[in-house]
């Protein structure tokens, strides 16, 4: 599942060229809707008929946090058609397979592939280092660079 996370990925880098959830979304006509969801939802996505709609929390104040939310999010939508499912962060682990594979597809987006990551600048760091480096969850650095599943790098 990994591998088909990463060929979505460069398909998606390969054909619209940005790495904006933003405008990958309009590129791929999925609206974008931002409105108060509460304290405990970031977002969800929706499937009415044949349009999908991303809802964001407007009470995500910072940017880095609304574009992971949105990559998360995109994630759904891409690989996992056939769902409609809430995104709800309010907990430290999750352990469900969507929200683990929405994860992933955000970590490869928001995260540079291996060959632009500059290794000697980051191969002493720190999980929590390297989430402020790349301005990401720490569990997108654990994602990305700790599993087994994923492209590993070879410094770390």
């Known amino acids: 599942m990994c591998q ?3 060929e979505i990925k460069d ?4 054909l619209y060229n940005t790495r904006n959830p933003f ?3 309009r590129c791929l006509d999925i609206k974008i ?3 108060n969801l509460g304290n405990n ?3 969800f996505f929706q499937r009415i008929m044949e349009e999908e709609i991303i809802y964001l929390n407007n009470n995500i104040d910072n940017y880095n946090e609304k574009k992971y939310v949105c990559f998360h999010e995109l994630g759904h939508v891409v690989c996992h058609p056939e769902l409609s499912i809430c995104f ?5 682990y999750i352990t469900d397979r969507y929200e683990n594979q929405a994860d992933i597809f955000a970590a490869y987006f928001l995260i540079p592939d291996d060959d632009k990551i500059d290794i000697c600048e980051i191969e002493n760091m720190t999980t929590k280092q390297l989430s402020s480096y790349f301005k990401v ?3 997108l650095i654990e994602l990305r660079f700790e599993q087994r599943c994923l492209e590993p790098i070879k410094a770390l």
Do not use: Q, V
């Open 4 to 6: 088909d996370i990463i």
């Open 11 to 14: 398909g998606l880098l390969e």
């Open 23 to 25: 405008e990958l979304c």
């Open 33 to 35: 809707i931002e409105t």
């Open 41 to 43: 939802i970031l977002g």
């Open 88 to 92: 709800l962060e309010k907990t430290l």
């Open 137 to 139: 969850p720490e569990r």
